[in-house]
């Protein structure tokens, strides 16, 4: 039996700055923000999107009845959670209409934890093999106004359904994995934002993608030339190609030209929305799905990584005619309606931020052109609508 992704679509909101813009403000050369770090926008959300709402509008947008019936399982993977005891999932449910007879939970591991969610996803489809799981993948990347992280922020979320046989990709049952304690990156419970240690971070993904690759070729028997794309968690589109001109050696110059280009595809979204945290490996995933053509049959390498640390390398076999379910068009329009901010805007937009001491606060959606936004708080309870 076949397990695997059977939808995926995404969600990012209404607002975005222009990265050349951003690098002026901030008295950079443009360039170090759009090919040194190898963004060009940055989703903003406003302060009517939160986890919940961005996961939510996500769902909805490839959601059908039939999907809705099957899915016995809602598993919300986030690095920004909204509660220390309820999970994100759980509003997700209601917001959505999904049926009662469901289990729905919360994981964390930075932004690994989406690729933990599809692995015991599989594993409920192996006993369950007709039902449906539906993976959310959000977040908001905060790292502050003016600080060195600043460039890698964004907002968003990605939708994933998954089912026996599935109509996208079938995942490999093989995959290698590895856990190190070390600080990278890190959000202490007290703070909104994150701190990190950029140049460690990226010497401990790149130290990861090494072992893991290294240790799937040993375990599974495959080598470079049997993949026909390579996709990355993308905390910044660059950082993806600094671990993939790792292993050029590992094939031929063939292999090397086939993967660059396929990168390229997988970045588009990303350089267009910026940092998503558990759903910046997916979203990569998405856009070479939707911007290239391959074959049924291709063989997708996927590298998750979640600082911390947990990494993962696995694989998946593209499905005949995988492209008729997918939601080009719904994407290419979500990007194409948003609303460019200055940055004074963004500015002002990012200093906006919910009450911690339990205040009552009612919010205009009216601004906010998502179907599913957060309208307020009261009684600590955060208050959210569906527009449909």
Avoid at 81 to 97: E, N, P, Q
Avoid at 183 to 198: C, E, K, L, Q
Avoid at 243 to 258: F, N, P, S, V, W
Avoid at 337 to 349: A, F, P, W
Wanted: include cysteine.
């Amino acid at each position: 039996m076949k397990i695997g992704i059977d939808k995926i679509g995404f969600f990012t909101p209404h607002l975005y700055i222009d990265m050349n813009k951003l690098a002026l403000a901030r008295d950079e050369e443009p360039e170090k923000y759009t090919i040194g770090i190898g963004q060009d926008e940055m989703a903003v959300a406003p302060i009517t999107q939160d986890p919940v709402t961005l996961a939510a509008n996500a769902a909805l947008n490839i959601l059908d009845e039939e999907d809705k019936k099957a899915i016995d399982f809602v598993i919300f993977a986030t690095e920004s959670g909204i509660d220390h005891s309820k999970s994100a999932a759980i509003y997700v449910h209601h917001l959505l209409g999904l049926k009662q007879e469901a289990r729905s939970i919360e994981m964390k591991q930075a932004c690994y934890a989406a690729t933990a969610a599809i692995q015991l996803a599989k594993g409920h489809i192996a006993l369950n093999p007709e039902s449906k799981v539906l993976i959310l993948a959000s977040d908001i990347a905060r790292y502050g106004l003016n600080t060195p992280g600043e460039v890698t922020q964004g907002a968003g979320a990605v939708a994933l359904v998954i089912s026996a046989e599935p109509k996208i990709i079938a995942l490999e049952e093989k995959s290698t994995f590895q856990t190190d304690d070390i600080m990278d990156f890190w959000r202490p419970v007290y703070s909104d934002i994150a701190y990190v240690d950029g140049k460690y971070s990226n010497q401990k993904y790149i130290s990861f993608f090494s072992s893991v690759w290294k240790a799937y070729k040993d375990k599974v028997g495959l080598t470079l030339g049997d993949f026909e794309a390579l996709c990355f968690h993308l905390p910044y589109t660059k950082m993806g190609l600094k671990a993939l001109r790792t292993i050029y050696d590992d094939g031929t110059e063939e292999d090397k030209e086939r993967l660059i280009d396929y990168y390229q595809a997988s970045t588009i979204y990303n350089r267009r929305v910026g940092n998503i945290y558990t759903g910046s490996l997916y979203l990569s995933l998405l856009s070479l799905l939707e911007q290239k053509s391959l074959k049924a049959g291709s063989r997708i390498g996927l590298f998750s990584y979640g600082s911390g640390a947990v990494g993962e390398f696995f694989s998946g076999i593209l499905q005949l005619g995988y492209r008729e379910h997918l939601f080009i068009e719904k994407h290419t329009q979500l990007l194409a309606g948003r609303k460019e901010i200055s940055i004074q805007e963004y500015e002002k937009i990012f200093e906006q931020v919910l009450p911690v001491d339990g205040s009552t606060l009612e919010l205009d959606v009216t601004e906010d052109p998502a179907p599913i936004c957060l309208a307020g708080i009261k009684n600590h309870m955060r208050q959210y609508v569906n527009k449909k």
